[in-house]
């Protein structure tokens, strides 16, 4: 295995996933000016259900998810998450933003805030929760990442792995029923990487609704109950990760995972 | 040593080297000129060049400043003293003019009683921007510092203190309608309700609430008129006002031409452009000339007022360009974090973008200070007496007829003092961000 | 976005004006373009009812109408019967001129004090601290003022100049500096100027062409031709040769000197005191310089009437416009056979003259006359404005070599480049692209300071069109208009310009 910090063989917690259609996906498509990006994505993510999204670089991988929580503006085809048509209505864009989280490659934190009030900002200014209250949830989740004593730090003052934790946390503070990572860990260094896996892994078994795109295909193997490769801007395969690993279908799939895992 | 072979055995040092001194001639002074001064022929012959340059200028300035005479009571007293002492035709400056005179460049014709006004207004508005230059103080110290423009312009100005609370309750009741209506209406309605209401309030009631509370509690101090100004004190006046005021309307420019919006992108590049492209001294003209024919007939108002609304507009548009540039060194994470947690984009600018952007800009601000200040002088040419200005009047005086270089020192070390200093501020907090971002 | 709507499209609400996101940046571009609109009108209707309350109308016709005031300093033919427009012109082209000056200038000060602000040599690198910081904290006008007052206080009065007086004239009697300006001598075209301009031109592109054949042999041949010296020979020996050439052969060709009612071989001397007044006719160039030299050399008193040709010359001077003309050799014929007049050759004779001379500076009454007198307005500007950018220049050229990081250069050692080669190749095309931009936005800078002339009474467009225009004809609004525009017109160019450049010289990346 390429990746040294999961261990492979540990087998997959038991996670439940329910019926209930979290993110609906029917033929999206969109554009960068006259670049297809992103062609006839159909994708149903059940909720409880973690998703790992692989592939090489500039396969649209990172765009999708970033079409989740509208970052990104999609030209064609419908996305629905938690029975909420992504539309042009901001009000609908506000209601998915606030349920879904998100993490980013270079963490994004706001540097001129302290990590509590990093954590706490949203939450008080978006669901209006009171500061209090706000605190000792934000306070919660950081225990729960494990960095409750780096509260009143800034930032800048936190390794990287820590930062991408207190990110997790950020996003955890609004109570998200979806979370999205983008690339969490390919920013880190290789010793960081395992703290931030850990805390995903954990909240993988809370059964947290996730959508990854991310390398760590130890990671996939661990907790994802579905792995989809991607190029070109197309699903080119999907399948439970056993499968996908050890039979792949697709011979773009194979020639990928001959480079990642091959050397 | 001479036994260990590399080839056979490894090796093992067990005796440290001592520290030794450097060969002789490779330290200490003469190295140090060998090799600063005359390090080659092109070196030695810039050495020589400036030493000349440096001797000429000391040569011609040292007797000048050493012979200087700081205590007579015209021109004419002066030129008997330097006969005395040093002899005719001696070159000696007479600073006399400036301990004669220092009040009138400083405070121009503000009334000498009242000199106290503009300085405790200076230490006002010192203790105003430090929380905005200095982390260590608390947040909560920035209201004193919205409140700060209100105090100044009571202390310079004076007249009745009602005015500038009238003025200022404005702002609160903007405030307070704000936060009434933001529960009840939604973000959009409090934001209109919070401008439409101050305004409505400002052009109908402030005017009659000031004149009832005047007639009730008469307070206030001694009113000073505009054209009393002058000296320094009218270029701090008008320097500080005009940053101050610009940087609403700075940051908001900035944001519309950060803008995707096409019509309010083109609306801020426009006026940004066309501010920048003209010259201060023909938008000076404009508004000692042209700001009548723009009002509705009738308006007429003091010409430093017009002063500093024109320099204020043209500081707006620099100021933008600053803001822009700490707009733009954001990286896009900051806008996409604030996003994908669902702030709308007045929350995102205002908690998350503008206070990282501001803080980037604040050596840009400082420079366009300096630049500002520097430029204040110009208000000349529209007859409003700054240092320049005060100098020819000086002259005018019988006097001082014929004083020329003392003024222009006095007044050239005055304006690098400030800007030299403030220059310096920006240059140590650039250093400093720098060192943060790494 | 279109298609995003698949379920049955729901009636247009008028709350999607706010919430909908198709509509929502149309909604706020709508509002401010009402407001800007409501804006516009309030000041136009404003600017209408004031102009009717003053009984004014908007109208640049006066543009046409007589200026009535003289200008001191002109680049193109003007006089006070001209109008506000062509006055206007004068002064824009003044202002284009102490602006070309002063970025040339500022330019090669900044570029000096930049690098040497950067050198190991302490003395040098702490004098031009100095200079930075002195001429960047001041203000400008300060330094305009106290230029121009070291140049009127400081310089000599033209009598001075006069024989036992305290000053004399520099570089060969032909530059003398006065508290009334500094006068040089103005340089006199004489036969084959044409060619020589043409050959120098050619010249140049011969130097470049050979520069560019120097690089291509070396990318195709691997043979480094020498580059400096022959470039220089190309460029600076063929308009040597072409002046000597035409110096030697029509320069040196004789102009008599002939005169109606005079004996042959009469000295000027002797006729000019028979006749009693001396006026002489003379084609323009370099033999009407030859011949105020010989008259002025002879402390001769005459008036001077120039023609374009030597035709003219000699047509006006058998119409009895002079009683002197000077001819080329040669063609005196015409003039021998008249009947009318008896011309004869006085004893005195000048050459044609080499195809460039210069006309030097000479005291005369109260003043300097001939040769070009640049006004201390003029220099007093020029100078503080080029001081001043330069300081700043100075500060942005330091910072773009402090840009190139030291690993570039020491890059470029270990693959082996000499430090002058790695100077030209690798660092000044980089440190290039971080100085133009500021630079020109500093020439920007200049030319709208340039307006400061107000402060030493020179004539350029603020004067002009800004000042005295809108003075005499009351006409404020058109003027200011006018002149910011021009303003705006020029500053738009330069950064139009400057953003062409930028996005060539753009760093490639992904």
Same mark, same amino acid.
């Given at each position: 295995?390429?990746?040294p910090?999961? /261990?492979a063989?540990?087998?997959?917690?038991?996670?439940?996933?329910?019926?209930? =259609?979290?993110?609906?996906?029917?033929?999206?498509?969109?554009?960068?000016?006259?670049?297809?990006?992103?062609r006839d994505?159909?994708?149903t993510?059940?909720?409880?259900?973690?998703?790992?999204?692989?592939?090489?670089?500039?396969?649209?991988?990172?765009?999708?998810?970033?079409?989740?929580?509208?970052l990104?503006?999609?030209?064609?085809?419908?996305?629905?998450?938690?029975?909420?048509?992504?539309?042009?209505?901001?009000?609908? =864009?506000?209601?998915?933003?606030?349920?879904?989280g998100?993490?980013?490659?270079?963490?994004?934190?706001?540097p001129h805030?302290?990590?509590?009030?990093?954590?706490?900002?949203?939450?008080?200014?978006?669901?209006?929760t009171?500061?209090?209250?706000?605190?000792?949830?934000?306070?919660?989740?950081?225990?729960?990442?494990?960095?409750?004593?780096?509260?009143?730090?800034?930032?800048?003052?936190?390794?990287?792995?820590?930062?991408?934790?207190?990110?997790?946390?950020?996003?955890?503070?609004?109570?998200?029923r979806?979370?999205?990572? /983008?690339?969490?860990?390919?920013?880190?260094?290789?010793?960081?990487?395992?703290?931030?896996? /850990?805390?995903?892994?954990?909240?993988a078994?809370?059964?947290?609704?996730?959508?990854?795109?991310?390398?760590?295909?130890?990671?996939?193997?661990a907790?994802?109950?579905?792995?989809?490769?991607? /190029?070109?801007g197309?699903?080119?395969?999907?399948?439970?990760?056993?499968?996908f690993?050890?039979?792949p279908?697709?011979?773009?799939?194979?020639?990928?995972?001959?480079?990642?895992?091959g050397? | 040593?001479?036994?260990?072979?590399a080839?056979?055995?490894?090796?093992?040092?067990?005796?440290?080297?001592?520290?030794?001194?450097?060969?002789?001639?490779?330290?200490?002074?003469?190295?140090?000129?060998?090799?600063?001064?005359?390090?080659?022929v092109?070196?030695?012959?810039?050495?020589?060049?400036?030493?000349?340059?440096?001797?000429?200028?000391?040569?011609?300035?040292?007797?000048?400043?050493?012979n200087?005479?700081w205590?007579?009571?015209?021109?004419?007293?002066?030129? $008997?003293?330097?006969?005395a002492?040093?002899?005719?035709?001696?070159?000696?400056?007479?600073?006399?003019?400036?301990?004669?005179?220092?009040?009138?460049?400083?405070?121009?014709? &503000?009334?000498?009683?009242?000199?106290?006004?503009?300085?405790?207004a200076?230490?006002?508005?010192?203790?105003?921007?430090?929380?905005?230059?200095?982390?260590?103080?608390?947040r909560?110290?920035?209201?004193?510092?919205a409140?700060?423009?209100?105090?100044?312009?009571?202390?310079?100005?004076?007249?009745?203190?009602?005015?500038?609370?009238?003025?200022?309750?404005?702002?609160?009741?903007g405030?307070?309608?704000?936060?009434?209506?933001?529960?009840?209406?939604?973000?959009?309605?409090?934001?209109?309700?919070?401008?439409?209401?101050?305004?409505?309030?400002?052009?109908?009631l402030a005017?009659?609430?000031a004149g009832?509370?005047?007639?009730?509690?008469?307070?206030?101090?001694?009113?000073v008129?505009s054209?009393?100004f002058?000296?320094?004190?009218?270029?701090v006046?008008?320097?500080?006002?005009?940053?101050?005021?610009?940087?609403?309307?700075?940051i908001?420019?900035?944001?519309?031409?950060?803008?995707n919006? %096409?019509?309010?992108?083109?609306?801020s590049?426009?006026?940004? $452009?066309?501010?920048?492209g003209?010259?201060?001294?023909?938008?000076?003209?404009?508004?000692?000339?042209?700001?009548?024919?723009f009002?509705?007939?009738?308006?007429?108002?003091?010409?430093?007022?017009?002063?500093?609304?024109?320099?204020?507009?043209?500081?707006?548009? &620099?100021?933008? $360009?600053?803001?822009?540039?700490?707009l733009?060194?954001?990286?896009?994470?900051?806008? $996409?974090?604030?996003?994908?947690?669902?702030?709308?984009?007045?929350?995102s600018?205002?908690?998350?973008?503008?206070?990282?952007?501001?803080?980037?800009?604040?050596?840009?601000?400082?420079n366009?200070?300096?630049g500002l200040?520097?430029?204040?002088?110009?208000v000349?040419?529209?007859?409003?007496?700054d240092?320049?200005?005060?100098?020819?009047?000086?002259?005018?005086?019988?006097?001082?007829?014929?004083?020329?270089?003392?003024?222009?020192?006095?007044?050239?070390?005055?304006?690098?003092?400030?800007? %030299?200093?403030m220059?310096?501020?920006?240059?140590?907090?650039?250093?400093?961000?720098?060192?943060?971002?790494? | 976005?279109?298609?995003?709507?698949?379920?049955?499209?729901?009636?247009?609400?008028?709350?999607?004006?706010?919430?909908?996101?198709?509509?929502?940046?149309?909604?706020?571009?709508?509002?401010?373009?009402?407001?800007?609109?409501?804006?516009?009108?309030?000041?136009?209707?404003?600017t209408?009812?004031?102009?009717?309350?003053?009984?004014?109308?908007?109208?640049?016709?006066?543009?046409?109408?007589?200026?009535?005031?003289?200008?001191?300093?002109?680049?193109?033919?003007?006089?006070?019967?001209?109008?506000?427009?062509?006055?206007?012109?004068?002064?824009?082209?003044? !202002?284009?001129?102490?602006?070309?000056?002063?970025?040339v200038?500022?330019?090669?000060?900044?570029?000096?004090?930049?690098?040497?602000?950067?050198?190991?040599?302490w003395?040098?690198?702490?004098?031009?601290?100095v200079y930075?910081?002195?001429?960047?904290?001041?203000?400008?006008?300060?330094w305009?003022?106290?230029?121009? *007052?070291?140049?009127t206080?400081?310089?000599p009065?033209?009598?001075?100049?006069?024989?036992?007086?305290?000053?004399?004239?520099?570089?060969?009697?032909?530059?003398?500096?006065?508290?009334?300006g500094?006068?040089?001598?103005?340089?006199?075209?004489?036969?084959?100027?044409?060619?020589?301009?043409?050959?120098?031109?050619?010249?140049?592109?011969?130097?470049?062409?050979?520069r560019?054949?120097?690089?291509?042999?070396?990318?195709d041949?691997?043979?480094?031709?020498?580059?400096?010296?022959?470039?220089?020979?190309?460029a600076?020996?063929?308009?040597?040769?072409?002046?000597?050439?035409?110096?030697?052969?029509?320069?040196?060709?004789?102009?008599r000197?002939?005169?109606?009612?005079a004996?042959?071989?009469?000295?000027?001397?002797?006729?000019?005191?028979?006749?009693?007044?001396?006026?002489?006719?003379?084609?323009?160039?370099?033999?009407?310089?030859?011949?105020?030299?010989l008259l002025?050399g002879?402390d001769?008193?005459?008036?001077?009437?120039?023609?374009?040709?030597?035709?003219?010359?000699?047509?006006?001077?058998?119409?009895?416009?002079?009683n002197?003309?000077?001819?080329?050799?040669?063609?005196?014929?015409?003039?021998?056979?008249?009947?009318?007049?008896?011309?004869?050759?006085?004893?005195?004779? !000048?050459?044609?003259?080499?195809?460039?001379?210069?006309?030097?500076?000479?005291?005369g009454?109260?003043?300097?006359?001939?040769?070009v007198?640049?006004r201390?307005?003029?220099?007093?500007?020029?100078?503080?404005?080029?001081?001043? !950018?330069?300081?700043?220049?100075?500060?942005?050229?330091?910072?773009?070599?402090?840009?190139?990081s030291k690993g570039?250069?020491? *890059?470029?050692?270990?693959?082996?480049?000499?430090?002058?080669?790695?100077?030209?190749?690798?660092?000044?095309?980089?440190?290039?692209?971080?100085?133009?931009?500021?630079?020109?936005?500093?020439?920007?800078?200049?030319?709208?300071?340039?307006?400061?002339?107000?402060?030493?009474?020179?004539?350029?467009?603020?004067?002009?069109?800004?000042?005295?225009?809108?003075?005499?004809?009351?006409?404020?609004?058109?003027?200011m208009?006018?002149?910011?525009?021009?303003?705006?017109?020029?500053?738009l160019v330069i950064?139009?310009?400057?953003?062409?450049?930028?996005?060539?010289?753009?760093?490639?990346?992904?």
């Amino acid at each position: 295995m390429a990746d040294p910090a999961i /261990d492979a063989n540990v087998t997959p917690p038991r996670m439940e996933v329910s019926e209930e =259609i979290a993110v609906q996906i029917t033929d999206m498509n969109k554009w960068y000016g006259s670049f297809h990006v992103l062609r006839d994505i159909n994708l149903t993510v059940h909720r409880g259900e973690r998703i790992v999204i692989c592939g090489p670089s500039g396969s649209g991988k990172s765009t999708l998810i970033r079409c989740i929580n509208a970052l990104e503006e999609h030209q064609k085809g419908r996305i629905e998450v938690d029975g909420t048509l992504l539309s042009s209505d901001l009000k609908n =864009i506000d209601k998915i933003r606030s349920e879904v989280g998100m993490c980013f490659q270079h963490f994004n934190l706001f540097p001129h805030l302290t990590i509590l009030e990093n954590c706490t900002l949203a939450p008080i200014w978006v669901r209006k929760t009171p500061k209090k209250e706000a605190e000792q949830a934000a306070m919660h989740f950081l225990e729960k990442v494990k960095i409750p004593d780096q509260a009143n730090k800034y930032p800048g003052q936190l390794s990287g792995g820590q930062q991408q934790r207190v990110a997790i946390a950020r996003s955890l503070c609004m109570k998200p029923r979806i979370m999205l990572f /983008d690339e969490p860990t390919s920013a880190l260094d290789p010793e960081m990487i395992k703290e931030v896996l /850990d805390t995903m892994i954990e909240l993988a078994e809370e059964g947290m609704t996730m959508l990854c795109v991310t390398h760590e295909m130890g990671f996939a193997q661990a907790v994802a109950n579905r792995v989809i490769f991607m /190029d070109q801007g197309q699903i080119v395969e999907q399948n439970e990760p056993k499968e996908f690993f050890n039979n792949p279908k697709s011979d773009r799939t194979k020639l990928f995972l001959s480079q990642i895992l091959g050397h | 040593m001479s036994d260990t072979h590399a080839q056979t055995v490894g090796y093992v040092r067990d005796t440290m080297i001592d520290e030794q001194p450097a060969p002789v001639g490779q330290t200490g002074a003469v190295k140090w000129i060998r090799e600063n001064l005359f390090s080659g022929v092109i070196n030695t012959l810039l050495t020589v060049i400036s030493l000349y340059v440096i001797w000429v200028v000391v040569s011609h300035l040292y007797p000048w400043l050493a012979n200087s005479i700081w205590d007579a009571g015209s021109l004419t007293e002066c030129r $008997e003293i330097r006969d005395a002492t040093v002899g005719p035709d001696a070159p000696a400056a007479c600073f006399a003019v400036i301990t004669d005179r220092w009040q009138q460049l400083v405070f121009g014709f &503000y009334p000498p009683e009242h000199y106290w006004r503009p300085v405790v207004a200076l230490l006002v508005f010192l203790a105003a921007i430090a929380p905005v230059l200095f982390q260590g103080i608390p947040r909560r110290a920035l209201w004193l510092s919205a409140a700060a423009p209100f105090v100044l312009f009571a202390l310079l100005w004076g007249g009745s203190i009602w005015g500038p609370v009238a003025v200022a309750l404005g702002f609160v009741i903007g405030f307070v309608v704000y936060r009434v209506l933001l529960p009840l209406a939604g973000n959009l309605a409090a934001v209109l309700g919070a401008i439409i209401v101050p305004l409505l309030y400002w052009l109908f009631l402030a005017g009659p609430l000031a004149g009832a509370l005047t007639s009730v509690a008469p307070i206030g101090l001694e009113y000073v008129q505009s054209k009393d100004f002058g000296g320094f004190t009218l270029s701090v006046v008008i320097g500080v006002s005009a940053i101050i005021l610009s940087l609403p309307l700075g940051i908001l420019l900035a944001l519309g031409r950060q803008s995707n919006l %096409f019509i309010i992108n083109k609306i801020s590049v426009a006026f940004i $452009e066309v501010i920048r492209g003209v010259p201060l001294i023909v938008w000076l003209f404009t508004a000692s000339l042209l700001l009548n024919y723009f009002l509705p007939p009738g308006t007429n108002f003091d010409l430093m007022l017009r002063v500093i609304i024109m320099v204020t507009l043209f500081s707006a548009a &620099y100021i933008a $360009e600053v803001v822009r540039g700490g707009l733009a060194a954001l990286p896009k994470g900051q806008y $996409e974090g604030a996003s994908s947690l669902g702030l709308d984009y007045w929350q995102s600018m205002r908690l998350i973008i503008l206070p990282q952007a501001l803080k980037i800009s604040i050596p840009g601000i400082v420079n366009t200070f300096i630049g500002l200040f520097k430029d204040t002088t110009l208000v000349v040419f529209i007859g409003l007496l700054d240092p320049i200005g005060l100098s020819n009047a000086i002259r005018a005086s019988t006097d001082w007829n014929g004083v020329y270089w003392e003024l222009f020192v006095f007044i050239g070390l005055m304006f690098f003092i400030a800007c %030299f200093s403030m220059g310096r501020y920006s240059l140590y907090l650039e250093k400093k961000l720098q060192r943060e971002h790494r | 976005m279109s298609a995003m709507t698949d379920p049955p499209r729901p009636s247009f609400r008028l709350s999607q004006l706010i919430y909908d996101t198709r509509y929502r940046s149309i909604t706020i571009q709508v509002v401010a373009l009402v407001l800007l609109c409501a804006a516009f009108w309030w000041l136009i209707d404003n600017t209408v009812e004031n102009l009717a309350v003053l009984g004014k109308d908007f109208d640049f016709g006066f543009l046409g109408d007589r200026a009535g005031y003289d200008i001191n300093q002109m680049l193109i033919p003007y006089d006070n019967s001209m109008s506000h427009g062509r006055a206007a012109l004068v002064g824009i082209l003044n !202002t284009m001129l102490v602006a070309f000056l002063g970025c040339v200038t500022a330019t090669v000060i900044g570029v000096f004090a930049g690098v040497l602000r950067l050198s190991k040599n302490w003395v040098v690198s702490r004098l031009m601290a100095v200079y930075v910081e002195g001429f960047r904290n001041v203000p400008l006008l300060l330094w305009i003022v106290l230029i121009f *007052a070291l140049m009127t206080e400081a310089t000599p009065q033209p009598r001075d100049f006069r024989e036992g007086g305290s000053a004399s004239m520099i570089l060969g009697d032909s530059v003398a500096i006065t508290n009334r300006g500094v006068f040089l001598p103005m340089p006199t075209w004489g036969d084959g100027a044409a060619v020589l301009g043409l050959v120098v031109v050619l010249s140049l592109i011969g130097a470049y062409l050979y520069r560019r054949h120097a690089r291509k042999v070396l990318y195709d041949s691997g043979r480094l031709l020498p580059m400096v010296w022959p470039a220089l020979a190309i460029a600076i020996v063929p308009a040597v040769v072409v002046y000597f050439a035409f110096a030697m052969s029509t320069g040196s060709a004789q102009v008599r000197l002939m005169a109606a009612d005079a004996t042959e071989g009469q000295s000027v001397a002797a006729y000019g005191e028979a006749q009693g007044s001396l006026s002489v006719c003379v084609p323009e160039g370099t033999i009407g310089l030859n011949v105020q030299r010989l008259l002025r050399g002879q402390d001769l008193r005459y008036s001077e009437s120039v023609f374009a040709t030597e035709a003219m010359a000699i047509d006006a001077f058998r119409n009895g416009d002079c009683n002197m003309v000077a001819v080329p050799a040669g063609m005196e014929q015409p003039l021998l056979g008249n009947p009318d007049i008896a011309v004869s050759a006085l004893s005195e004779s !000048t050459t044609r003259g080499a195809p460039v001379q210069f006309e030097k500076p000479v005291l005369g009454g109260f003043n300097f006359e001939g040769g070009v007198q640049v006004r201390n307005s003029l220099l007093a500007l020029w100078l503080a404005l080029a001081l001043y !950018t330069g300081a700043f220049i100075a500060e942005i050229v330091r910072a773009g070599i402090l840009a190139v990081s030291k690993g570039q250069s020491e *890059a470029a050692f270990a693959l082996g480049m000499r430090p002058n080669r790695t100077m030209n190749l690798v660092i000044l095309p980089q440190a290039m692209r971080v100085i133009v931009p500021p630079l020109i936005s500093q020439f920007l800078n200049l030319t709208k300071n340039s307006s400061l002339a107000i402060a030493v009474g020179y004539m350029d467009v603020r004067a002009t069109l800004g000042g005295i225009s809108i003075n005499q004809t009351g006409r404020e609004l058109e003027g200011m208009l006018l002149l910011g525009m021009f303003y705006l017109a020029l500053s738009l160019v330069i950064s139009g310009a400057m953003n062409i450049y930028n996005n060539r010289s753009r760093l490639k990346e992904r």
